[in-house]
């Protein structure tokens, strides 16, 4: 996905020449975006699952009890603890470890720009605003050129981050299992 940032002037304003263009491509974007949320939804209760487990397997109500309130990245961060003291007592890492990391970092922040970005304000190339960033020298507004393929890309690297999670936990398992 490419990204833009045009500067701030007196209002916030979007460019957006073709409305019946830009109607059409919401059209054909909006069941992604809802594919996005809804498993990016199972990926993180797929997370809570194995995060509560790791607290106690006689009960998810402890696990709860700390996850309650807790952002998803905050879980990515817990998770990621508790990981790196599990691997503390073996040789190395389980392979792919590192990549599961920057996955579930990476769905989490692809996440957060499809259900956050004001689709309404979407122009002619594709390009959606996302963000008003603010620095001390000047205020520039954001845009992510999202597109079909792109958002079918971010659907793919959440199942296939859910599935590499599964794979891990299970390795988990199973290394525990022989000890």
Same mark, same amino acid.
């Given at each position: ?101 920057? #996955? ?7 996440? #957060? ?7 309404? #304000? ?58």
């Amino acid at each position: 996905m490419k990204s833009k940032r045009t500067q701030f002037q007196q209002h916030l304003y979007h460019e957006i020449e073709d409305e019946e263009k830009a109607e059409s491509y919401l059209s054909d974007s909006m069941p992604l975006i809802g594919e996005i949320i809804m498993y990016f939804n199972g990926l993180e209760s797929s997370l809570d699952s194995f995060l509560c487990e790791t607290f106690t397997d006689r009960t998810d109500s402890t696990g709860l009890i700390v996850l309650h309130k807790m952002g998803y990245s905050a879980k990515v961060d817990l998770f990621k603890r508790f990981a790196d003291d599990f691997h503390l007592c073996m040789a190395k890492p389980f392979d792919g470890y590192g990549e599961l990391m920057a #996955n579930l970092k990476e769905s989490g922040r692809l996440r #957060n720009l499809a259900a956050h970005a004001d689709w309404e #304000n979407t122009d002619n190339d594709g390009y959606t605003y996302v963000s008003l960033r603010i620095s001390k020298k000047q205020m520039e507004q954001e845009y992510v050129q999202f597109s079909i393929e792109s958002l079918q890309k971010i659907i793919n690297l959440i199942f296939e981050t859910r599935t590499c999670l599964n794979n891990y936990w299970e390795a988990k398992e199973a290394y525990l299992g022989r000890l």
